[in-house]
Nanobody, 128 residues
Framework: QVQLLESGGGLVQAGGSLRVSCAAS????????MGWFRQAPGKEREFVACISWNGGSTRYADSVKGRFTISRDNAKNTMFLQMNSLKSEDTAVYYC?????????????????????WGQGTQVTVSS
């Protein structure tokens, strides 16, 4: 059974840092684009960041650029999102996803529909 499992969410004060992880099992995503999305209460799911299969290319939403860093460790089939200078508006459920058929560039943020494997999400709450 293929599974993406997020961990590392929690409660943090504004200005603080948090790192969330996504561990894959059941198959390797080492040759696939992976990404992070988030969904705040009452809002649609939105793109946060994505990373190419070898980590050589990344893309960030404007709202997190310069504060968040996406990375991956293919040997451990794991992806990370380091979040610094957190703001209250970063509060959301964070989802990791893998796109097994996407081979495009990151000239634009890849849409959620291009990702075919999703985790259950981890809650990140930033208190002001």
């Amino acid at each position: 059974q293929v599974q993406l499992l997020e961990s590392g969410g929690g409660l943090v004060q504004a200005g603080g840092s948090l790192r969330v992880s996504c561990a894959a099992s059941g198959r390797s995503f080492g040759r696939n684009t992976m990404g992070w999305f988030r969904q705040a209460p009452g809002k649609e799911r939105e793109f946060v960041a994505c990373i190419s299969w070898n980590g050589g290319s990344t893309r960030y939403a404007d709202s997190v650029k310069g504060r968040f860093t996406i990375s991956r460790d293919n040997a451990k089939n794991t992806m990370f999102l380091q979040m610094n200078s957190l703001k209250s508006e970063d509060t959301a459920v964070y989802y990791c996803a893998a796109a097994t058929s996407y081979t495009g560039t990151f000239s634009a943020p890849p849409q959620a529909r291009l990702f075919d494997y999703w985790g259950q999400g981890t809650q990140v709450t930033v208190s002001s």
